[in-house]
């Protein structure tokens, strides 16, 4: 991506916008749940309008203090979590996190979570009631939670949830699920037919870490999700197939860490990609991304991003 391409002193500068359902985003970058907390904490760390949307932390509708320490792991490369949907719960969301959040220079999306339908539904009611609320992620999805299977492990779950909640909002609706299941595709359908806008794909992978000295697992709740490089080509390869066999928008993501990773997605079907991870460490790495994405577009001579969505040469 050194070699500028030759163009007669004129630049082109290529439409970055991209929509979600009737959420227009003006960058195809959001920052993933969990790794950018309400927007307000990464001020003067990340530059906001490099970032299409933030995607808060899953709000639940009671606060929680999640799982035991050690909640996160670093590995060879990529992360473990257990953090167990930590949070303030929603009515200190909406009374002390979102004013803060509106007030950036970026869009956000919510992302909400639960133990029963009735909680998806009581969280939606009351966010239903915020105008500047245009768009909630409906995770059903965490690995961290008690639950005896995630929401999105089940197709039949996944299309009563999202149907239900489908009957309550307006707001645009993305599904975020889970890569452990045999056949996503089913999932992600599941959720297209209940009337969801949009998917987020895909969530942390389970897994572990055992410190052979004590013979214990490194993290408090033993197992938890795992994000991060590692699970860049089995996320890519997921959301590949989810595109070609739906037709709503999809939220790339899991270890993208470079604008070569994020076109990857695109190529694969992304109308937009997540940063998660690479936050943690990095969380101003949308610009570079960017950068990247746009330096890519004006060498290939493509005008719109949208025209690189799920143009791989197969
Ligand atoms: C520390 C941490 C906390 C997370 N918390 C949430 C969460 O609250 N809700 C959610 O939907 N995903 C959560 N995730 C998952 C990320 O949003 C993302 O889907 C996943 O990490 C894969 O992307 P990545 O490899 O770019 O990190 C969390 C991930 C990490 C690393």
């Known amino acids: 991506m050194r070699n500028r391409p030759k163009t007669n002193g004129k630049r082109l500068t290529a439409n970055l916008r991209v929509r979600l359902g009737r959420l227009t985003l003006e960058t195809p970058i959001v920052c993933a749940s969990g790794t ?13 309008k490099n970032i299409g949307a933030i995607i808060t932390k899953t709000i639940t509708l009671k606060p929680r203090e999640g799982n ?10 990529g992360v473990l979590n257990s953090v167990g949907l930590e949070n303030p719960g929603i009515d200190v969301f909406i009374k002390e996190k979102l004013p803060k959040l509106a007030k950036l220079n970026t869009k956000f999306i919510v992302s909400i979570g ?49 149907k239900a909640l489908r009957k309550i909002t307006n707001k645009v609706l993305i599904a975020k699920i889970t890569p452990e299941v045999t056949d996503i595709v089913q999932i992600a359908k599941a959720a297209e037919d209940a009337g969801t806008d949009a998917l987020s794909l895909v969530n942390t992978f389970f897994g572990m870490a055992i410190n052979i000295e004590e013979k214990k697992p490194y993290l408090g709740n033993i197992y938890g999700g795992y994000s991060g490089r ?11 197939r989810v595109s070609s066999k739906t037709n709503i928008p999809i939220i790339g993501g899991g ?27 990095y969380p101003n790495r949308a610009e570079t991304i960017l950068r990247g994405i746009k330096e890519y577009l004006r060498m290939k001579k493509i005008k719109d991003t949208n025209k690189l969505r799920g143009s791989l040469i197969v």
């Open 36 to 48: 950018f907390g309400f927007g307000e904490e990464l001020k003067g760390l990340a530059h906001f």
């Open 68 to 77: 035991p320490p050690p909640r996160i792991f670093e590995t060879e490369c």
């Open 114 to 162: 639960g133990f029963s339908l009735g909680e998806y539904e009581e969280i939606t009611r009351k966010l239903n009631k915020i105008k500047e609320i245009q768009a909630l992620e409906i995770n059903l999805s965490c690995p961290n939670i008690k639950l005896k299977k995630m929401i999105s492990q089940s197709k039949n779950l996944t299309y009563h949830f999202l």
């Open 230 to 240: 590692a699970i860049k080509p089995l996320s890519l390869y997921r959301v590949w």
């Open 255 to 281: 270890g993208i860490e470079t604008a070569g990773d994020a076109i990857e997605f695109f190529l694969a079907g992304a109308t937009a990609v997540s940063l998660g991870t690479i936050n943690l460490a």
